[in-house]
Nanobody
């Protein structure tokens, strides 16, 4: 059974940092594109970042580029999202997801999802 468990969320002031972790079990992260998505209240889920399978190429949404860094430790089957210079508009429930295919930017192509971890940025 596949499980993705996110951790690391919390309350932080604007300009602060958080590091999210996603521990995967039941799958091998090196075989999957691993992504982070977020959803704020009343808004649609949006792509945040992804890291590809073999080349480990990171992909980011324009809204987080230069502030967030995604990384993957295949030995630990864990994916990270380092979030710096946080803004109130980054407040959302952050989800980790795994995609066996190749479309990294569309959540509809992801096969497995975690339960989410809340990030709240105060102004």
């Amino acid at each position: 059974q596949v499980q993705l468990v996110e951790s690391g969320g919390g309350l932080v002031q604007a300009g602060g940092s958080l590091r999210l972790s996603c521990a995967a079990s039941g799958l091998t992260t090196r075989l999957y594109i691993m992504g982070w998505f977020r959803q704020a209240p009343g808004k649609e889920r949006e792509f945040v970042a992804a890291i590809t399978k073999i080349a480990l190429t990171p992909r980011y949404s324009d809204s987080v580029k230069g502030r967030f860094t995604i990384s993957k430790d295949n030995a630990k089957n864990t994916v990270y999202l380092q979030m710096n210079s946080l803004k109130p508009e980054d407040t959302a429930l952050y989800y980790c997801a795994a995609n066996y295919g190749s479309n990294w930017g569309d959540g509809n192509f992801y096969d497995y999802w975690g339960q989410g971890t809340q990030v709240t940025v105060s102004s």
